[in-house]
């Protein structure tokens, strides 16, 4: 069973539709799937940076 969370976006909706809007398939995901593609892209770019020496 997937686990769920309820997240307050009020003031993102926008940002999360331009997010990717060049990919002509971004348009066609929920919300819920463009909100988890964000997170999970995020949680990637932390991780890079994190094993970055300084």
């Known amino acids: ?3 769920r969370i ?3 976006i009020e003031g993102l ?3 999360i539709e331009r997010a990717y809007s060049n990919d002509k398939f971004w348009c066609q995901l929920s919300l819920a799937q463009k ?3 964000l ?3 995020g949680l ?3 991780k890079s940076q994190e094993s ?3």
Request: no cysteine; aromatic share 0%.
């Open 35 to 37: 909100i988890r593609i």
């Open 13 to 15: 909706r926008e940002e």
């Open 39 to 41: 997170i999970q892209d």
């Open 6 to 8: 309820s997240v307050d």
């Open 44 to 46: 990637e770019k932390a």
């Open 1 to 3: 069973m997937a686990k």
């Open 52 to 54: 970055k020496p300084n």
